[in-house]
């Protein structure tokens, strides 16, 4: 049997020999012109980079330029395949030439086509999550309760206390507007007892726009006492990252004092490369790693991308929030972030199937009695050892998956083979 195989792929050979002999005598005129359809070039046989479409002489080294064609006509394969640097045709291959060739074969069937994008990340703070403590008051930091950065903060835990005697002539008027409206409840002229309660109620409001909380206007009310320093509040639990103020310093209103990140959810932001664009949406999930801790990893979703490309990287940003429940991730961290996207159930192809001449893709499918036939298909993303399917092939077809170069070179031979013989009696198929 391998005598009969190697004497058979012997003979395709010779004829295909043959055949290119034959096509060359059959598409020359005596008068050295291509035949219709076909163009001729002139190069030197010393150095090919020089040609020229009309006869005459090397500019290098002065040899006679020969005539080389650069079209050559292409029979069309089977199924419509049509790939004009590479003709094919249907083989036969019997059971015992599978066995020893190794053929295996594939189906085309519907599974689940993802694709895993992976890229370096860098945490930064949730910008959403950050906090500017100012005050709206003119005054003096009395004291610090918070004196150094990257020191821990809880909600509503106290910050600085300031003095301002502003703010104490506004407790004195609530103290006395309140007084006044207690007198004046029991008056038999409503329109004063209303314009007391008012005046207390606006003082009342006064307090509250300076950010002085509803608990210290109580233990004012209830006191029947100014204080002197009232307390501002930590708005949110974080990490104190930014300090510009000092005991004793004198602030104005609207000035810039701390900055509290909260850090149970951070960013991870990522380059994107050009060719992985297509496949990169808003709300598709990603996977965070540490290089130096194996097995832990930190899921999240991309919450923005950029509009703009870096024209030095040619990347583009991405965003992507990461929760943080247990505060591991630090700001200026580096990891790795695989983003999956996913295309759902989609008819698919395997990738050992598919062989490709750089404008097209084929396949060799199963056909009966033991005919493997070209196919030219349409493919579109790959995905762990798959092609998406988008053309050429129906669910359940059988495919080639492996021995394709073999089949390959049998398809090409054949196919030369009949052409150069018009289409013929094949005599490989003895």
């Given at each position: 049997m391998k005598t009969h195989l190697m004497s058979l792929t012997l003979a395709l050979m010779l004829a295909a020999s043959a055949a290119s002999i034959l096509s060359?005598?059959?598409?020359?005129?005596k008068s050295g012109k291509a035949v219709s359809g076909q163009r001729a070039l002139y190069l030197c046989p010393m150095h090919p980079?020089?040609?020229?479409?009309?006869?005459?002489?090397?500019?290098?080294?002065?040899?006679?330029l020969v005539p080389k064609k650069t079209t050559v006509a292409t029979p069309s394969g089977a199924d419509g395949l049509h790939d004009e640097t590479k003709p094919l045709a249907p083989i036969t291959v019997s059971a015992d030439q599978k066995r020893l060739l190794g053929i295996t074969f594939g189906t085309i069937e519907k599974r689940p086509i993802s694709r895993d994008i992976r890229t370096s990340a860098r945490i930064v703070p949730d910008e959403t999550r950050l906090y500017r403590v100012t005050a709206k008051i003119e005054g003096y930091v009395d004291e610090l309760f918070v004196n150094v950065t990257g020191q821990a903060v809880k909600k509503g835990e106290p910050l600085l206390s300031i003095y301002s005697p502003e703010l104490v002539a506004s407790q004195e008027e609530f103290l006395t507007a309140i007084t006044a409206a207690r007198h004046m409840a029991g008056s038999s002229h409503e329109a004063v007892s209303r314009g007391a309660a008012s005046l207390a109620g606006a003082a009342r409001r006064r307090l509250k726009l300076w950010d002085i909380t509803d608990a210290q206007i109580s233990r004012i009310e209830n006191t029947g006492k100014a204080e002197k320093n009232l307390k501002l509040f930590a708005p949110s639990g974080g990490y104190v990252i930014e300090k510009n103020v000092?005991?004793?310093?004198?602030?104005?209103?609207?000035e810039p004092l701390l900055v509290i990140a909260d850090l149970s959810t951070v960013w991870a932001e990522a380059d994107i490369y050009e060719s992985d664009l297509p496949y990169i949406t808003v709300g598709m999930p990603v996977t965070l790693t540490l290089p130096y801790w194996p097995g832990k990893s930190f899921p999240g979703t991309v919450r923005f991308l950029n509009p703009f490309l870096d024209p030095q990287t040619r990347t583009l940003k991405a965003r992507m929030n990461i929760e943080n429940p247990e505060l591991v991730l630090k700001p200026d961290m580096l990891g790795s972030a695989v983003l999956q996207y996913s295309l759902g159930d989609r008819l698919a192809v395997p990738e050992s199937a598919v062989l490709r001449t750089g404008t097209k893709s084929y396949v060799f499918r199963a056909a009966e009695e033991n005919h493997l036939m070209p196919v030219e298909v349409s493919t579109g993303m790959k995905a762990k050892g798959w092609y998406e399917l988008l053309a050429g092939l129906t669910e359940g077809d059988r495919v080639v998956t492996s021995a394709n170069f073999l089949i390959d070179s049998e398809s090409s031979l054949k196919a030369a083979l009949q052409a150069a013989t018009g289409g013929g009696h094949d005599p490989a198929d003895h």
């Amino acid at each position: 049997m391998k005598t009969h195989l190697m004497s058979l792929t012997l003979a395709l050979m010779l004829a295909a020999s043959a055949a290119s002999i034959l096509s060359c005598q059959k598409d020359t005129s005596k008068s050295g012109k291509a035949v219709s359809g076909q163009r001729a070039l002139y190069l030197c046989p010393m150095h090919p980079q020089i040609t020229s479409d009309k006869p005459g002489s090397c500019p290098i080294c002065g040899m006679d330029l020969v005539p080389k064609k650069t079209t050559v006509a292409t029979p069309s394969g089977a199924d419509g395949l049509h790939d004009e640097t590479k003709p094919l045709a249907p083989i036969t291959v019997s059971a015992d030439q599978k066995r020893l060739l190794g053929i295996t074969f594939g189906t085309i069937e519907k599974r689940p086509i993802s694709r895993d994008i992976r890229t370096s990340a860098r945490i930064v703070p949730d910008e959403t999550r950050l906090y500017r403590v100012t005050a709206k008051i003119e005054g003096y930091v009395d004291e610090l309760f918070v004196n150094v950065t990257g020191q821990a903060v809880k909600k509503g835990e106290p910050l600085l206390s300031i003095y301002s005697p502003e703010l104490v002539a506004s407790q004195e008027e609530f103290l006395t507007a309140i007084t006044a409206a207690r007198h004046m409840a029991g008056s038999s002229h409503e329109a004063v007892s209303r314009g007391a309660a008012s005046l207390a109620g606006a003082a009342r409001r006064r307090l509250k726009l300076w950010d002085i909380t509803d608990a210290q206007i109580s233990r004012i009310e209830n006191t029947g006492k100014a204080e002197k320093n009232l307390k501002l509040f930590a708005p949110s639990g974080g990490y104190v990252i930014e300090k510009n103020v000092l005991a004793g310093q004198k602030i104005m209103p609207g000035e810039p004092l701390l900055v509290i990140a909260d850090l149970s959810t951070v960013w991870a932001e990522a380059d994107i490369y050009e060719s992985d664009l297509p496949y990169i949406t808003v709300g598709m999930p990603v996977t965070l790693t540490l290089p130096y801790w194996p097995g832990k990893s930190f899921p999240g979703t991309v919450r923005f991308l950029n509009p703009f490309l870096d024209p030095q990287t040619r990347t583009l940003k991405a965003r992507m929030n990461i929760e943080n429940p247990e505060l591991v991730l630090k700001p200026d961290m580096l990891g790795s972030a695989v983003l999956q996207y996913s295309l759902g159930d989609r008819l698919a192809v395997p990738e050992s199937a598919v062989l490709r001449t750089g404008t097209k893709s084929y396949v060799f499918r199963a056909a009966e009695e033991n005919h493997l036939m070209p196919v030219e298909v349409s493919t579109g993303m790959k995905a762990k050892g798959w092609y998406e399917l988008l053309a050429g092939l129906t669910e359940g077809d059988r495919v080639v998956t492996s021995a394709n170069f073999l089949i390959d070179s049998e398809s090409s031979l054949k196919a030369a083979l009949q052409a150069a013989t018009g289409g013929g009696h094949d005599p490989a198929d003895h």
